[in-house]
């Protein structure tokens, strides 16, 4: 089990009402079911891991978290997750609007490029970084907005959104991974 | 045709009140069933039929000798496993497979209804089919579960009666037929009606039937449950038996041919007037315009989780139709699942061989059965 399932299910309360937005293969979503609420479904767009997802025994709508999050009505889930996906939309703002509006609560984790190993594939090699959470090169990669734990917090300060906790205390040299919990 | 030994029927003693306000008692159901009922009675699921399907939805239809229309889905070790589950399929009213429909006798003038039969309505059909429920003794459907037509009776199943059923899984359907369907149907009734034959419906008398129109209406619809990259895949521009051209009218090319054929053996298993009553059922179909405008109306009061399925290559009830009921879903916070599985197969895909709809169709069953909360 991934370190930061375990960070995100925490952050859950037990039995609350959950949407994971880009659920992947559903390892996230079964985790949560298992553990945390039965109360889950996901959003994701592949079809492979809808299927996946299916096996799981997993409630899945295929769809794309862009266009589709419009049909939730405010505030119809506890909490919202969308796991290292924000990076890879067109409109990671309007994601994000949405993600306040239909969750009570969101939960956002980001890749943060501001990771020492980052910054020092940049100054070192002089090439875009490429690591175990950043594994595509420049010219294949889905991410079209990267950003920095740093930057992640400037905006949700400028944007007026809560920010209720995130791992590893604000570690923007040290954390691969930025999870937030967010609220408006 | 003697079907009185191969077909199950429940005659339904109870009146039912149709949309059209006639009421209608002592009618035949026809029904088949697959697999065992369990003790707890929690394994049951009522499969609902397309336009042209019956109550022989696995193995071989007895009075075809055909395969039954649901083969690849349905059947022991299947993706509907029906060495776990209990499944009823029944001849929709209006259809010509034992239900009562435009053949059976009109007690008014011991003639065959024709089309004085009275005109019904996916409502009428999937209220006459609760029935089965009682006679079987079953409080709770484990699911309920149809493609095409059958997915419409689906969603009217869990409208009308919200707490029946634990789960549901209306496949490549709508919520309200399209003016582009209605105008498909109603192709394929004109071409009925222009067959001289056909005697304004009472062509049982004359022992004359409208086997040309119907075989025409069941080409038309037949290309609709196809995909035009299907068709060019398994026919292209195929001669059929010829080196060349042959300068006439004759089925030149295979997908000419096929067609022909289609159109002729359907006629041999199917009632024209049938099809006059069952297209209009369809076109008759708003689930949405039934609760004012809100989908999401109808399924307030159900506790049943939903699977929907849609292909790709479908064009007749395309994803977009599908999507608009897990949207109405969604908005009520109801539980859903939606897949849209990649297909060449067009309409069709719900009948044919297609793993992922297969695979979904049985993980879906398969875990929600035994994830009992």
């Known amino acids: ?184 | 045709m003697n079907k009185g030994e191969k077909v199950k029927n429940l005659i339904v003693d109870k009146p039912l009140k149709l949309d059209c306000g006639k009421t209608i008692v002592n009618f035949p159901l026809a029904y088949e069933t697959y697999g065992q009922l369990n003790e707890k009675k929690d394994n049951a699921i009522l499969a609902f039929h397309a336009l042209t399907g019956d109550q022989f939805a696995s193995g071989i239809n007895p009075i075809t000798k055909k395969e039954g229309w649901w083969s690849y889905a349905l059947g022991p070790g299947k993706a509907i496993d029906t060495n776990k589950y209990f499944v009823i399929c029944a001849n929709v009213i209006g259809g010509c497979m034992g239900s009562y429909g435009p053949r059976n006798i009109n007690p008014e003038n011991q003639k065959p209804f024709g089309t004085n039969f009275p005109v019904i309505t996916i409502n009428d059909m999937v209220n006459a089919q609760y029935h089965l429920l009682e006679f079987f003794k079953i409080d709770k459907l484990f699911s309920v579960v149809g493609g095409s037509m059958g997915g419409m009776q689906v969603l009217q199943f869990v409208s009308n009666f919200p707490n029946k059923s634990r789960t549901a899984i209306p496949i490549a359907c709508t919520a309200s037929h399209s003016a582009q369907n209605i105008a498909l149907n109603e192709l394929g009734r004109q071409s009925i009606m222009a067959d001289h034959n056909w005697s304004n419906g009472f062509y049982e008398e004359n022992k004359k039937l409208p086997d040309k129109g119907l075989a025409v209406a069941r080409m038309a619809a037949h290309i609709t449950y196809l995909s035009k990259k299907g068709l060019q895949e398994k026919f292209g521009r195929k001669l059929q038996e010829r080196d060349d051209l042959k300068f006439s009218f004759d089925a030149d090319f295979q997908i000419e041919s096929y067609l022909r054929y289609q159109g002729s053996v359907f006629v041999d298993r199917f009632d024209a007037n049938s099809y006059l009553y069952i297209t209009r059922a369809m076109d008759y179909f708003d689930l949405t315009k039934q609760f004012n405008g809100n989908l999401s109306k109808a399924f307030e009061k159900s506790e049943t989780k939903f699977f929907i399925i849609s292909f790709t290559s479908d064009w007749l009830y395309p994803t977009s139709e599908n999507r608009d009921i897990v949207i109405a879903l969604n908005a009520i916070g109801k539980d859903v699942g939606f897949a849209e599985i990649t297909s060449d197969k067009g309409h069709d895909s719900f009948l044919l061989d297609v793993p992922d709809f297969l695979n979904a169709v049985k993980n879906f069953l398969n875990t929600s059965y035994y994830k009992k909360i």
């Open chain 1, 1 to 184: 089990m991934k370190k930061e399932f375990n960070i995100i299910a925490n952050l859950i309360k037990k039995d609350s009402k959950v949407l994971d937005v880009g659920c992947g293969d559903g390892q996230l979503m079964k985790y949560i079911y298992e553990n945390i609420t039965k109360d889950i479904r996901g959003l994701e767009i592949s079809k492979n891991n809808v299927q996946k997802c299916i096996e799981k025994g997993l409630t899945v709508i295929e769809g794309d978290a862009e266009k589709d999050l419009k049909q939730f009505p405010i505030s119809s889930f506890d909490y919202v997750i969308l796991s290292q996906t924000l990076q890879a939309f067109l409109d990671p703002e309007n994601v994000i609007n949405e993600l306040l509006r239909i969750g009570k609560k969101a939960i956002v984790t980001i890749p943060n490029f501001g990771y020492w190993k980052v910054r020092m594939h940049l100054l070192l090699k002089g090439t875009m970084p490429v690591t175990n959470n950043l594994p595509n090169e420049w010219y294949d990669t889905p991410n079209l907005h990267m950003c920095t734990i740093k930057d992640f917090e400037n905006y949700c300060n400028k944007k007026k959104i809560t920010i209720n906790s995130s791992n590893l205390n604000f570690q923007n040299v040290f954390s691969e991974l930025g999870i937030f919990l967010i609220e408006k």
